[in-house]
């Protein structure tokens, strides 16, 4: 079970590099663990941490050296059309790239561990958590290839062992098996929408209260953004249906774009 956990993000990571280049991606690494030893102080330099799990009971860990980590934020953003770019935005298209992949793994292990498992939080991390069990991460798209580490938590063995002694799954019959697409048709992503934004002074947010009106830089005749996953993928106008709120669809936005817009 445990080996299926650490291979589905594997898969996972692929996908969602695949997803925001247009490239291939192939795994290259299997699910075996590594000696904290072999686990080099370069190798840490860009650290990603996750408290996923009831909890948060399993809390997880992508380390990369800098390099590694601006080699994917530099491939995906070629592949969008850009040719600008600083390491803040390098760092950021890496770090949008896990989170698409550790939205995608946890919907894989609430199915792996017969619980709901979702990120509580995550972000950039300063530490590096020696108590992990790490794993290597090893992707190839284009002429590149990615090597990270993966660490998980005692917790996770806990979780994952009770679910050794499943029976196996029936092989499937008929058709063709799904692809890594398709497996990814159910994840839940959040979707919010944006009106506008405001930069307001402390000094100034401490005297609103009730009728005070923040002016916002956006006119009322613009449209609003939709945003997933914390990008923006569309724009519209604001309706309402049977008394809610809601956005009609007027644009989908261009991968160049969507990129640009990343928080």
Known sequence: MLEQAIQAFLDSAAVSVESLSGATCEVLSRPAPVAIADITDADREVAWIANIGPNSAL??????????AEEVGRFILEAAGLDSFDAASLKSTYFEMLAQAASSWTQKLTVLLDQKVEINES????????????????????EKTFRGFLGVAEAFFQKAQPAMDLPAAPPLTGGSPPNQYELLLDVELPVSISFGRALVPLKEILKLNSGSIVELDR?????????????????????????NYG????????RHDRLSTMK
């Open 59 to 68: 809390k997880t860990s992508i380390l990369a050296s800098t390099s590694q």
């Open 123 to 142: 972000g950039e991390s300063a530490s590096f958590y020696p108590s992990l069990t790490y794993f290597p991460v090893t992707l190839r798209f284009g």
């Open 219 to 243: 006119a009322v005749t613009e449209p609003v953004e939709v945003i997933v996953n914390n990008c923006v993928i569309a724009r519209g106008e604001v309706v309402v249906v049977e008394g």
């Open 247 to 254: 956005v009609r669809i007027q644009r989908i936005i261009s």
